[in-house]
C-alpha cells in the first residue's frame, strides 16, 4: 500500500491535494518531503520541511503555487498544488530521513532513505 495518495489527472489551472501517511517512516526523521518524477528525467525535490527548525523549501517552479503542511498527531504530509502546469506532471513521492541537512542541502533526494511508492500526477487537456 502507498503512502501517498490524492493523484489524477487534471486539467491545466486544475488543483490537486496529495496525502501521504507518514506512520510508515521512522519517527525520529529529521526531514520529510515531496519529491517528483518525470518520464526520461532525474527525480527532483518539490518542497521538503527540515523538522529541527520548521524551515521549508520549495523548488523554484511552484513557489507561490504548492504548499506543504503537515498533520504531525495525524502523522500525515500534504501538497496543496493550485494553478498546476503540464510540467508539473510526473510520479510524486513522500519521503523522510534521519540525515539533518545543512540548509543547502535541503531536499536532495540522495539523503532520503525512507520512500512511498508514488501516486501519479497528470495535467492535462
Known amino acids: 500500500e502507498s503512502a501517498e495518495s490524492g493523484g489524477g489527472l487534471v486539467p491545466p489551472g486544475g488543483s490537486l491535494r496529495l496525502s501521504c501517511v507518514t506512520s510508515g517512516f521512522p519517527s525520529d526523521y529529521f526531514e520529510i518531503g515531496w519529491f517528483r518524477q518525470a518520464p526520461g528525467k532525474n527525480r527532483e525535490g518539490v518542497s521538503c520541511?527540515?523538522?529541527?527548525?520548521?524551515?521549508?523549501r520549495y523548488t523554484e517552479s511552484v513557489k507561490g503555487r504548492f504548499t506543504v503542511f503537515r498533520d504531525t498527531e495525524k502523522k500525515m504530509m500534504y501538497l496543496q498544488m493550485n494553478n498546476l502546469k503540464p510540467e508539473d506532471t510526473g510520479t510524486y513521492y513522500c519521503a523522510a530521513t534521519r540525515y539533518v541537512p545543512p540548509i543547502q542541502r535541503v531536499c536532495w533526494p540522495a539523503d532520503f532513505e525512507s520512500w512511498g511508492q508514488g501516486t501519479q500526477v497528470t495535467v492535462s487537456l
Open positions: 520541511i527540515r523538522s529541527v527548525d520548521n524551515l521549508i
